[in-house]
């Protein structure tokens, strides 16, 4: 069954490699609790006790927002098929824009993206697992392309414009730190 680890070992890092979705879950101390789904090719193990993620544009930037407030995060992997298990990923995170050299650091190790805004960097500080015998079987079909040929689409400056009016706080008010130079 479940098991608590100090780290990511060489079989939990080939089945993070291996997943096609993860879940995200911030909180500051106040305000709501968020979980976001990911997608895409944009997480990396980068040593047993620290993963990175990009993070696109979307309709809210609340784990920047959150993670401002209070670097705890969690993430959490599924296996939909195959051998069942969840994997969480607990610690803390640091968040960094374009402009900052976190960002430049990691952000080879991904796909180009227009959509990129940050990149998360995660300490690992404990591995969970568990059975997962009741998480559903689900066929993975293919990746959507619907946000990457939106960003694609919408050039450097709208995409700027689109943080000012929708990625500049969360939605209890707390700052995302996004545009600020």
């Not at 993963?51 to 209070?70: C, F, M, P």
Request: contains cysteine; hydrophobic residues 35%.
């Amino acid at each position: 069954m479940g098991k608590k680890l100090p780290g990511i070992g060489s079989e939990h890092r080939s089945f993070i490699e291996n997943q096609h979705i993860f879940f995200v879950g911030t909180a500051a101390s106040d305000g709501r609790v968020n979980i976001s789904p990911k997608g895409t090719d944009s997480l990396r193990v980068i040593d047993k006790n620290k993963v990175v993620w990009l993070n696109l544009t979307g309709s809210g930037n609340e784990t920047a927002a959150h993670l401002i407030k209070d670097n705890r995060m969690t993430i959490l992997f599924c296996a939909f098929e195959g051998k069942p298990m969840i994997l969480r990923l607990y610690g803390n995170a640091a968040i960094f824009h374009k402009r900052d050299e976190g960002f430049k650091k990691y952000v080879h190790l991904f796909p180009p993206n227009a959509g990129a805004r940050q990149i998360i960097e995660m300490q690992v500080d404990l591995v969970q697992t568990s059975c997962g015998f009741a998480v559903p079987f689900m066929d993975y079909k293919e990746e959507r392309t619907t946000l990457n040929l939106w960003a694609e689409k919408q050039g450097e400056e709208n995409i700027r414009e689109y943080w000012k009016n929708k990625n500049t706080q969360s939605i209890d008010g707390f700052e995302t730190k996004i545009l600020e130079e």
